[in-house]
C-alpha cells in the first residue's frame, strides 16, 4: 500500500523560510509525476510545483524564484523548500504522487504565514 506522509509545516513570520518532506513508502521511487498541491483557508485545491520523471520541474507563477521541489532518491522523499514566505502562502499543503498503478495523496501539512 503506497501512503505519503508529509511533514514540515507549522507558523513562520513573513519572510522566513520553511522545508516541507513528502516520506514515500510501499512504492518503488520510479514515479511519472510528483505534486505539490495546497489548499488555503476557504478555497480550493490549487497547484504548487512538479517534477516529472525525466527530472523537469514546472511551477505556479506566485512562487517561482522563491520555491523548489527536489527529491532524494536514497529516503524516498520529496522536498518542498519555502523561502521569502508571504502571508498568501498560508494554506494546508499536499504531496501527490502519480505512479503506474495510480494516484496517491498525503494527508497534508498547515503552513502558516503571519504578517
Known amino acids: 500500500q503506497v501512503q505519503l506522509v508529509e511533514s514540515g509545516g507549522g507558523l513562520v513570520q513573513a519572510g522566513g523560510s520553511l522545508r516541507l518532506s513528502c516520506a514515500v513508502s510501499?512504492?518503488?521511487?520510479?514515479?511519472?509525476?510528483l505534486r505539490w498541491y495546497r489548499q488555503p483557508p476557504g478555497k480550493q485545491r490549487e497547484f504548487v510545483a512538479s517534477?516529472?520523471?525525466?527530472?523537469?520541474?514546472n511551477y505556479v507563477e506566485s512562487v517561482k524564484g522563491r520555491f523548489t521541489l527536489s527529491v532524494d532518491n536514497t529516503k524516498n522523499t520529496v522536498y518542498l523548500q519555502m523561502n521569502s514566505l508571504k502571508p498568501e502562502d498560508t494554506a494546508v499543503y499536499y504531496c501527490?504522487?502519480?505512479?503506474?498503478?495510480?494516484?496517491?495523496w498525503g494527508q497534508g501539512t498547515q503552513v502558516t504565514v503571519s504578517s
Open positions: 501527490n504522487l502519480v505512479v503506474v498503478r495510480g494516484s496517491y
Open positions: 517534477m516529472t520523471y525525466d527530472g523537469s520541474t
Open positions: 510501499g512504492s518503488s521511487f520510479s514515479f511519472n509525476v
